[in-house]
């Protein structure tokens, strides 16, 4: 009787007696009737508590099944969970700070210091304030202990203030402190032991002294969702930090996002409008006189727009959000293959508690009743699973966090085990509960009282419907397994074509060192003659084949921008006349290994006293030289008082660093004629040997020449396009994973089938054997009940994969979604895997002894 | 009269030894054959019933009264009989025990 039935039943009841007494001998009904209503409540509980100490009891009796139960669901629910914790961190969680869903970001690109005070200024009405940061940067931070690396970030003054986060200890920034710091929590109790005494303590950041003036509170870790910041500094450090670039005047130094807090009752969209006109005019100011009309047109023709971010700023948001997702489906369907897994294993247990459960039937507990004890054991089996992969989700979060470069050093930081994980964890072990027990529940309850008694094998097992079972479910697993290794083939193809395309540069022993000698105080010729002598220092190491430099390097993305003219060509409205440009050292495409189609390399000869010369991309020359050969023309920046023409010596076929990049106009010109100082120097060396083994002599080497000179890094080639692609590796090593896990589960459930079908057709292989069938003969009976089963499953699989192909379409390179090759190399290993796993069986079976086989019967 | 712990189970599976009774009848007859000492609250007696059904020791059928009414009408179980006769033993025991205990007070002073 369920609940329902019983209080209307009490109700009715209760009615009688009162027509029959009347009310004022009956007293309070309404406290009876809550009485009885707890009678009720504490015999359910009783009930649990004895289901869940007899299921302790039971499950204690079978180690070997509780282990490998536990494990699999473990991994499940563990892998599911990890996902979820990267997913709240990315993409959900809010921002620790006063009234988050108040907080907008400009949609705007990143603002000069000049823009951020314009827009502060002139935003009152509609917002109540605006913050700007810099983002974290690795600077050697220097607490007394001499220098250890650490992630700067440069804010605003108001950042704290503006945002409503208190110090945790002393005060946060204010206004007008050029020389205060702001540690992180973290970072104070990493670096000082959580010391109380360490405000107005110094801490120097490079050369430069700052004040400690307090710590943050440890859930803030700055608005840019995936870095944390070790050092808060405020933004006139910048001039120290940054000697000799005028940062903070210029308009065009782009190096600020901005965030505001919307007045109250204002909409962003109202702020947006009411912010538009200014924003225009600063396009307008940056873009400086020299703009064409039709520009001019277009960006007064923009909209500015504010987007809520209640959970912070995040490149890695829009970067990651897609391949979370599907992330998330791969281990959705994982722990479905693992449930399922356990659910097979359930039946096979079923079978040999047949004769205790009939007999609990037998006496008189309703099915119900039996089902409810099966099921308290299903979900005490997957509750431990649960807890175990709680154990798991943190390493294995941080360490998926940590193939995501961008995430910094100490990804862990931002990983927390907290209410709604809990709540998700509770959610999927429930889930993963009903998958593994409420169908072998089911069919256990239902049995035939006459046959569960007599225990027989054959009589157990021999029902058609519990045959089926076994097949749908090992059936059903090859099809996952198979959407799985699909997966995991797509994207390794996918991650092969990004890692093996033509980047248009040699990539073998290259190796690049990121050098800054501003801070040192280099600049303008003395710039220009260390460089020299460091390449002459470089190039003349043992082991070094060859050496060049540039500004920005090869596949860093960063670059030069400008408005171009050349000889012939016209700029119609519409046609785009911007390229990109790099000041590179001599011999740059030799030692690079880039091909140039037509013309020369830059050599020494290319220096100031001679005259100016270029080198372009093919890109660029289609571009700008439609109809022409371009060695021997001129081009020009548009936007120079006087028309200084560089003369075209060679064309160069185009470098790209990601190979869904279309090509881009470059040019380059030699840093010797070049007339402002290199913002960067990046040497780029090929080595004879290994370029992991040259890594110290070239630091040692930098340090050499002068101990000032700053090495922010040094990387191989094939090193920083790896970076370019880290969404891509970490997807790929995933699903590489989940494809690895599917199979081997899928080969365990075969195994079972197979196993199982053996044990159960003893007697009958018996018989065939003994009227002559000979030992091939059996084992194909054994491996055709086995393709039975997987032909289906593979078949079904496949036609899931095609049609889920279609949520990664944006995530694979040069990959279609359902892409035949794939389905069927994944369809084929999966066959071999499952036939493989059915090997063993099928050898045991053709080896069976057919009088021992019939005397088993 | 306070009731002893578990009494009023035992009272109720004794009432019910002579016939089957609706809850205001049980009440009732508790009453007369305690000669009125005993005032059984309605709303303990209710819950008590409850928890004696889910024990299987009482079984209830609607049926029609004397007067003409349905009522729920209570009869004691197989099991509740046995339980019956258990506490029953066991409650004599504790009376003879605590008689003894307490004998008659010396000097006859009262």
């Known amino acids: 009787m369920n609940w329902r039935d019983r209080e209307r039943e009490m109700q009715e009841e209760l009615k009688a007696l009162e027509e029959i007494a009347g009310r004022k001998e009956l007293g309070n009904l309404t406290l009876a009737a809550e009485n009885a209503r ?51 961190t990315l993409l959900w969680r809010q921002l620790p700070v006063r009234e988050p869903e108040r907080l907008v970001t400009f949609d705007y690109g990143t603002s000069s210091y000049y823009s951020f005070r314009q827009f502060q200024a002139r935003s009152k009405d509609v917002l109540e304030d605006i913050v700007a940061t810099a983002g974290a940067e690795m600077r050697d931070l220097d607490t007394g202990g001499g220098p250890q690396a650490g992630e700067v970030e440069i804010v605003s003054g108001n950042y704290f203030t503006g945002l409503g986060v208190t110090a945790a200890l002393g005060r946060t920034l204010t206004a007008d402190d050029p020389d205060a710091a702001v540690l992180s929590y973290a970072y104070w109790r990493r670096a000082y032991g959580g010391s109380p005494d360490v405000v107005g303590r110094t801490i120097r950041v490079g050369k430069f002294p700052f004040t400690i003036c307090g710590v943050a509170p440890p859930e803030f870790f700055g608005v840019q969702v995936g870095d944390v910041a070790d050092v808060w500094l405020p933004i006139a450090a910048v001039s120290a930090l940054y000697p000799g670039r005028h940062i903070l005047d210029g308009p065009n130094y782009n190096f600020l996002e901005l965030l505001g807090r919307l007045r109250d009752g204002v909409t962003a969209q109202r702020a947006a409008d009411a912010l538009t006109p200014l924003a225009v005019a600063i396009d307008l100011e940056r873009a400086g006189p020299g703009v064409p009309d039709w520009v001019r047109k277009n960006m007064q023709a923009q909209r500015l727009k504010l987007t809520p971010a209640s959970n912070g700023l995040s490149y890695l948001r829009r970067r990651f959000s897609k391949p979370l997702r599907v992330l998330f489906a791969m281990v959705a369907i994982g722990l ?64 998926l966090a940590s193939l995501i470069r961008s995430m910094g050093k100490t990804p862990e930081l931002l990983l927390r085990i907290d209410g709604p994980m809990l709540l998700f964890v509770t959610a999927v072990s429930t889930a993963a509960a009903l998958v593994c027990g409420l169908i072998p529940a089911m069919r256990a309850s239902r049995a035939d009282l006459v046959n569960g008694l007599q225990q027989s094998s054959r009589s157990a097992t021999d029902a058609p419907a519990s045959r089926m079972l076994g097949r749908v479910a090992a059936s059903v697993q090859l099809a996952l397994s198979l959407v799985l290794i699909a997966g995991s083939f797509l994207f ?48 003349s190491m043992p082991g070094i084949e060859r050496a060049t430099f540039s500004e920005n390097g090869v596949f860093t993305g960063r670059s030069s921008n400008d408005q171009m003219g050349a000889d012939g060509f016209q700029a119609p409205a519409g046609k785009r006349r911007n390229a990109f440009f790099d000041n590179v050292g001599p011999a740059f495409f030799t030692t690079i290994g880039a091909r140039l189609v037509s013309g020369r390399d830059f050599t020494e000869a290319d220096d100031a006293a001679a005259p100016k010369v270029a080198i372009v991309s093919r890109e660029f020359a289609r571009h700008f030289f439609p109809d022409r050969n371009p060695i021997g023309q001129n081009i020009w920046h548009v936007n120079e008082k006087q028309k200084q023409p560089l003369q075209v010596v060679g064309v160069v076929e185009d470098i790209r660093r990601d190979a869904r990049q279309q090509p881009q106009r470059w040019f380059y ?30 630091r040692a080497a930098v340090r050499a020449e002068d101990k000032a000179v700053h090495v922010v890094s040094i990387d191989t080639a094939d090193q920083l396009l790896n970076y370019n692609i880290d969404m891509d590796r970490l997807i790929a090593a995933l699903s590489f994973g989940f494809g690895l896990l599917a199979m081997t589960l899928a080969a365990v459930g075969t195994y079972g089938l197979a196993a199982y079908n053996v044990t159960r057709r003893t007697g009958e292989i018996g018989i065939r054997m003994a009227l002559g069938a000979t030992r091939p003969a059996v084992m194909r009976l054994v491996f ?18 095609a049609a889920l192909g279609r949520l990664v379409a944006g995530l694979v390179f040069q990959m279609k979604p359902a892409d035949p090759a794939v389905l ?34 | 009269m306070d009731l002893l712990q578990g009494t009023l189970d035992m009272m109720v599976l004794r009432t019910l030894l002579m016939g089957p009774l609706h809850g205001y009848g049980i009440a009732k007859a508790i009453r007369t054959k305690s000669g009125e000492s005993l005032e059984i609250e309605f709303g303990s007696l209710y819950p008590a019933l409850k928890r004696l059904e889910l024990k299987g020791w009482i079984a209830a059928k609607w049926e029609t009264s004397e007067t003409k009414r349905q009522a729920r009408y209570y009869r004691l179980t197989p099991a509740g009989r046995k339980q019956l006769a258990a506490e029953h033993s066991k409650w004599a025991e504790f009376v003879d025990a605590v008689t003894r205990v307490m004998g008659p007070l010396p000097g006859g002073e009262a």
């Open chain 1, 824 to 857: 069927t190399s994944a369809a084929l290993v999966l066959a071999a895997v499952s036939m493989g796993a059915a090997w063993i069986p099928a050898r045991r079976a053709a080896r069976l002894d057919p009088m021992v086989a019939l005397r088993n019967e």
């Open chain 1, 784 to 801: 055709r009940q086995v393709w039975q089963a997987a032909a289906p499953g593979i078949l079904a699989g496949a036609a899931a994969a």
């Open chain 1, 669 to 698: 010109v030699p840093q010797w004629q070049a007339k402002s100082d290199l913002w960067s120097t990046r040497f780029l060396v090929r080595t004879r040997n290994a370029p992991g083994s040259m890594i110290a002599s070239l």
């Open chain 1, 336 to 399: 479905l293959l693992a449930a399922i897994n356990v659910m097979s294993l359930q039946f096979a247990r079923a079978d040999q508690r047949r004769r205790e459960l009939t007999v609990r039937l037998a006496i008189g507990a309703g099915r119900r009743r039996v089902i409810r004890q099966l099921m308290t054991e299903s979900l005490l089996l997957s509750f431990a699973g649960g807890a175990a992969g709680l154990l798991l989700c943190r390493p294995v979060a941080a360490g």
């Open chain 1, 38 to 88: 707890a009678v009720w409540r504490w015999a359910w509980l009783d009930g649990l508590l004895a289901d869940l100490r007899y299921a302790v009891r039971i499950l204690l009796r079978q180690p070997g099944f509780v282990a490998v139960a536990v494990v699999s669901l473990g991994l499940g629910i563990g892998a599911n969970a990890a996902i979820f914790s990267l997913m709240d």
């Open chain 1, 492 to 539: 390794a193809f996918s991650l092969y074509r990004l890692t093996h395309f033509d980047t248009g540069v040699n990539r073998e022993r290259l190796v690049m060192l990121d050098v800054d000698a501003h801070e040192a105080g280099y600049k303008g010729a003395q710039l220009d003659e260390l460089n020299r002598r460091l390449l002459a220092r470089v190039g």
